[in-house]
């Protein structure tokens, strides 16, 4: 796999050249700066100009070799027709696709280190042309994230497409070092831009505008290079090349100090700090589509300091569309401007009524109705549980303050990290040893599922045969989804017993909360649906096994019986397990569904309560203190809400035009009705995976993947077994990347966005294989 991300050398100084449009001077500006670094500061230079259209003898390569000397000279694609190159790559037949021109470019970079002080990369026409494959340029290049260097426009109207272009850098990461721009007397740009680009921070750099061509060729030569000998040998020019060079070693000095000065002022999440080192913090610099750049530990001239990093983890679970997503960032910038953030309580926006109106067409569950917002996947568990515990109390005529009413759910459970959700888990490494926790529930045992040399099984918690059945073999995961054909007597048989004890013991339950198919941070454990559709069912139709005779609206569709069901789907939902929900793997609809992580695509934190019906009508009273009387300041933030909006859509449309298909092929799903379970990771891989020697199972299911490792200790959150394939994965070796990926114990699991290639995967799961020997 070609290495491909941030460049940044530390012997290197590197920046690309952008244009606000065509025809404002880009070649000029790059020669008089290569000019300058290659004659009054006597630095080698190369000059790279990746795409060039129109014939060769015009080439801009040409002109920098003429007056610029000495100067080493490169072009990675050039079409005669002088067009744009979208255009003039399709007349010549070859267009090379993004991919290659990023590895090219870098390539070139790369080769460059050894022979050059500095590089200038000169982009074709505007920050927003068309690359060959007619993909906006400042996307193509932007996995490289070069410093930019943005000459601005001194025509009629310049201002505008300046400060357009400049912006339209910054919204897609870049960093933004000087701003060029010739001077006019007329128009005067260079005036209103230089106060524009000191307010944000950018220095200006004015320079004379070159001679008017004459007809006499050998006087036009010399007017041009006494222009460029000039200019090269200016005050502004020399300070400008010397900042540039400040500012170079400037970034690469503040990476270099940012894990010791995090290790002095973070509290990390999840994180023992006794014993940790600063060289143990992961210095991001940047991040774009499925990688991470990160700082190296070799910190060699010639090697680049960023290195390419997998996010395996997904970002901790919310990447779905990619780093520095274009269009995100855009819907994200547009409803900044449009709305900044507006209260909430009592009015209503647009991007809060679409994402509400979307959901409920989406999950296309009757009993759903209505829309709460929250922050997090947290602080929307709890208002579930607020919910489920008012409906179920209010049914029922529970006195809350004199009787205990606790939730039931299944062991190894995980809702979050507040206080209420916390106590709607087991005692855990999570939980246990914090002051308030006070477990409000009971927690059941349950099958789980894995694949183990190849065949996939259902398997009894460990000594419990007896309660669930021996363990069974299944030729595929579809096989274990089709709850139709398979029988749940055994599971039924476990749950009524366990609920009866639980009634007659005196217990009272308000909820049932389950987290639909896997189990997250309680350890990545793949439940057997059938198990959880049974459960679903019991609690539904056996209301007379959580304390009450009463059965409202028997086999009704839009109202809940037994006890309200929460489904936290915060983790699993919108698309992780390769659906818009759950519901159709448990064959059972949820009361009440949370929604988080991959709402936004990773870009920016919001989470949905969705309830029914009925469960909002037990708030309805004549007291105010009777309403659900929960939220916060940010409450359906509007750029959270525009941006899910757009990514909610972006998913669905991927699935509606088959961008998955090829990894649904790799797990023979019907083609015709695109029904059956498939995951990213193909299944040769899994396969291949689940027979290695320290590898006691596995499963893989949409962007999901967990290896469990063998443990003689009996594994748990506290093992240490999965550590020595956790580093090897992010040991960089020849590879030239990293791949960042989780642990929970024994556990190591990895997670793709949803629009990680075929030709990603390949890749990774080759370098898992290897790691993994």
Known sequence: MQRI??????????????????????????????????????????????????????????????????????????????????????????????????????????????????????????????????SVQADVYRPLRL???????????????????????RIRGYDVLAHFIFEDAEYQNSKYLTDFFLGNKVSTIELPKPPRQVEDAMKDLQNMQTYYSDVAASHAILEAVERLGHQHEARIKRLGEMSARAADTIWYPFTQHKGRRPEDIVVIDSAFGDNFDTLSNTMSPEASILTPAMDGSASWWTQGLGHGNPSL???????????????????????????????????????????????????????????????????????????????????????????????????????????????KGYWLDYPTVIMRA??????????????????????????????????????????????????DAGRKFGALILEPVILGAGGMNFIDPLFQHALIKAVRNRPDLIGTQKLRKPGSLDSWSGL??????????????????????????????????????GLIPLCTTTASQDIFDA??????????????????????????????????????????????????????????????????????????????GVFAIGSVLALTLKDAAGGGYNSLAAQGLHSRLLDIGDKGWRIHSRVLGNVLYLMTSQITTWETLKNVEQFILESVN
């Open 147 to 169: 410093p930019v260097l943005l000459v601005g426009d001194y025509h009629l109207g310049g201002i505008s497409s300046t400060i357009a272009a400049y912006e339209s850098l």
């Open 329 to 439: 960032a855009l819907s994200a910038a547009s409803a900044a401007g449009r709305y900044g953030h507006v209260m909430f309580a009592g009015a209503i926006h647009e991007p809060a009524l679409s994402l509400a109106e979307m959901l409920l067409q989406h999950h296309d569950n009757p009993r759903l109705a209505k829309v709460f917002y929250s922050d997090n996947g947290s602080t929307g568990m709890e208002v579930a549980v607020k919910m489920a515990l008012r409906a179920a109390r209010t049914r029922y005529g529970w006195d809350h303050a004199q009787e205990d009413i606790g939730i039931l759910g299944l062991r190894g459970s995980y809702h979050g990290d507040t206080m209420g959700v916390m106590d709607c888990s087991e005692p855990s490494t999570y939980n246990d040893r914090i002051e308030w926790y006070n477990p």
């Open 564 to 601: 309200p069901v929460v489904f936290d789907e915060v983790f699993t939902g919108l698309y992780r397990l390769g659906r818009f929900n759950c519901s159709s793997f448990l064959q059972a609809q949820p009361d009440i569904v949370v929604n988080a992580k991959l709402l936004t695509g």
């Open 619 to 696: 708030f309805l009273s004549d007291e105010k203190a009777d309403a659900l009387l929960h939220g916060h300041s940010y409450t359906a933030h509007a750029v959270g809400c525009a941006v899910a909006v757009d990514s909610l859509d972006a998913m669905m449309q991927m699935e509606k035009t088959g961008k998955w298909d090829e990894f649904r092929r790799s797990w023979a799903t019907d083609e015709v009705t695109g029904e059956g379970c498939w995951s990213m990771w193909s299944k040769e891989f899994v396969t291949k995976v689940t027979n290695k020697e320290s590898i006691d």
């Open 5 to 134: 991300g941030s460049a940044l050398w530390p012997s290197l100084q590197c920046f690309q050249v952008y244009g606000a449009n065509t025809n404002v001077g880009k070649t000029i500006v790059s020669t008089a700066l290569c000019k300058a670094w290659r004659g009054k500061l006597d630095l080698s230079v190369h000059y790279l100009k990746p795409v060039s259209t129109g014939p060769l003898d015009d080439a801009d390569v040409n002109h920098m070799a003429k007056f610029a000397p000495g100067v080493n000279t490169k072009t990675l694609f050039q079409f005669s027709k002088p067009l744009s190159p979208h255009i003039a790559a399709k007349d010549a037949g070859d267009i090379p696709p993004d991919l290659t021109v990023q590895q090219r470019t870098y390539h070139d970079l790369s080769e460059a280190v050894t022979k050059a002080d500095v590089a200038i990369v000169e982009t074709a026409g505007g920050v927003l042309s068309p690359a060959p494959s007619g």
């Open 454 to 503: 190849g065949r996939w099984f259902v398997e009894p918690p460990h000594g419990q045969e007896a309660a669930f059945g021996n363990a069974q073999s299944f030729d595929s995961l579809n096989d274990i989804f089709d709850l139709r054909r398979r029988e749940d007597a055994v599971y039924t048989r476990y749950i009524e017993k366990t609920l009866t004890e639980l009634r």
